[in-house]
């Protein structure tokens, strides 16, 4: 059922909304250049990889060795309106059209975040990632990576059509207010270099 219903919305959403997707990317290759999507490997179900497309919101800008420049420098302010109101993430439709995304789950994250999970953790690869999820309506960005895991844990145990429909509703709320972009002191998300393992003797994580 929730296959059919994934695969069905996204359908009809890439119809419906292919003018905005049109406008969108010719308002992108204008700004920002060539591509006007951007593709990374992500890992989907079990931790299989699958080519995650969106549309592009920082610019090509990199220091004088080669290397790219922090996040904060190269999002525009174009950029920052496309994350802010979600549009960035409109080709993920196709995602979900494959079949390799659905509208609800944990989101996808890096490939090289696999190894740095603790096993309680991984296990928000036992479903397809998804467009939203539980985290995104109970924080999104601003909450830190151990909480947003929990959450994306909570979402795995708890599964089912009603909580679905729940968070695409608490996800449409959470657009429309702008609600958790990025983390605190930081343009986006900083990146997960694995959870503090909790101190031995006192059972708390260290300071």
């Given amino acids: 059922m929730k296959r059919l219903i994934d695969f069905t919305a996204a359908l009809a959403a890439l119809v419906l909304l292919s003018p905005l997707i049109a406008?969108?990317?010719l308002l992108i290759r204008t700004k920002l250049g060539s591509p006007v999507f951007f593709r990374q490997q992500r890992p989907g179900l079990h931790g299989k990889p699958f080519t995650l497309v969106k549309f592009r919101t920082m610019r090509d800008a990199s220091d004088t060795n080669g290397k790219a420049l922090p996040d904060e420098e190269r999002l525009t302010p174009f950029g920052s309106w496309l994350r802010r109101s979600s549009l960035d993430e409109l080709p993920?439709?196709?995602?979900?059209?494959?079949?390799?995304?659905?509208?609800?789950?944990?989101?996808?994250?890096?490939?090289?975040?696999?190894?740095?999970?603790?096993?309680?953790?991984m296990r928000r690869?036992?479903?397809?990632?998804?467009?939203?999820?539980?985290?995104?309506?109970?924080?999104?960005?601003?909450?830190?990576?151990?909480?947003?895991?929990?959450?994306?844990?909570?979402?795995?145990?708890?599964?089912?059509?009603?909580?679905?429909?729940?968070?695409?509703?608490?996800t449409a709320r959470s657009v429309l207010r702008s609600e958790g972009i990025s983390f605190e002191g930081s343009a986006t998300m900083p990146e997960f270099m694995g959870s503090e393992p909790p101190d031995k003797a006192s059972g708390r994580r260290p300071l």
């Fill in 92 to 121: 993920e439709f196709w995602n979900v059209l494959r079949g390799e995304m659905s509208l609800v789950g944990p989101r996808p994250l890096m490939m090289q975040y696999l190894p740095r999970y603790t096993p309680e953790q």
């Fill in 125 to 170: 690869h036992e479903v397809r990632p998804g467009l939203t999820g539980w985290a995104q309506v109970n924080g999104r960005n601003a909450v830190d990576w151990d909480e947003k895991f929990r959450l994306d844990v909570w979402y795995v145990n708890n599964r089912s059509l009603l909580l679905d429909l729940k968070i695409l509703w608490l």
């Fill in 23 to 25: 406008v969108l990317a």
